[in-house]
């Protein structure tokens, strides 16, 4: 079975630009997360998202925004890109909101 | 801030149990510990958790100490490819679900 996939795998922006980033869950997961992991730092926590709606939200600015579509995929969007947004961009499934959530192999975002 | 606690790295020989250990001591009694691994900035690899009792899978063991203060995982025969960063996680897993990282350990297996 497929895992949890995102695009684009790496991606160059430029400070001021927008970026979308996507992710589809493991087939039959109703729940996304996403987080945003520096070099050397752990992941940290920026949504999630179950049944479209938003059930948590990290402590980061309004430039960022998600949401989840009807077929569970979701978007992640940054805008008014700083260079601290360099980071790798982690998308995690899971059946329910409340089970175990498998990660995908994450999207690399370089703000130059 | 992290719920959880882990010394920055570690060393195991090819072979032998790597143990693993995590301080969770402010953990709430509804909060389970969740272990996962990362391999060259990929994507984190779930592992295992448990809530209270010990739990063991074809990946790892996780001992979970009576007071729930602390963990630890067992990798029963490392081997060169489990060389990641560990992280033990404290995890609510309810409606205003927030998962905190620590920064982890990172195991380097020697052959």
């Known amino acids: 079975d497929a895992g949890v996939t995102q695009s684009p795998t790496h991606l160059i922006k430029t400070r001021g630009q927008h970026v979308t980033l996507r992710c589809s869950p493991i087939?039959?997961?109703?729940?996304v997360s996403w987080y945003q992991q520096v070099l050397g730092q752990g992941p940290q926590f920026i949504f999630q998202y179950y049944e479209k709606e938003e059930r948590g939200r990290g402590n980061f600015p309004d430039r960022f925004s998600a949401r989840q579509f009807p077929n569970y995929s979701s978007e992640l969007n940054v805008n008014a890109l700083l260079l601290g947004d360099s980071a790798l961009y982690l998308c995690a499934s899971n059946l329910y909101a409340q089970e175990t959530q498998y990660f995908g192999p994450g999207t690399r975002l370089l703000v130059l | 801030d992290a719920k959880t606690t882990q010394p920055p790295s570690m060393d195991c020989a090819e072979g032998r149990a790597a143990n693993l250990p995590c301080n969770h001591s402010?953990?709430?009694?509804?909060?389970?510990v969740y272990w996962y691994r990362q391999i060259h900035s990929q994507g984190p690899q779930y592992i295992i958790h448990?809530?209270?009792?010990?739990e063991t899978n074809e990946m790892a063991s996780l001992i979970i100490t009576e007071d729930r203060k602390s963990s630890t995982l067992i990798l029963p025969h490392a081997t060169l490819r489990d060389t990641a960063v560990y992280y033990c996680i404290a995890d609510n897993a309810g409606n205003n679900r927030k998962l905190i990282w620590g920064l982890g350990t990172s195991l380097a297996v020697n052959p």
């Open positions: 087939s039959g997961h109703k729940s």
């Open positions: 448990g809530l209270k009792n010990n």
């Open positions: 402010t953990i709430s009694g509804n909060e389970y």
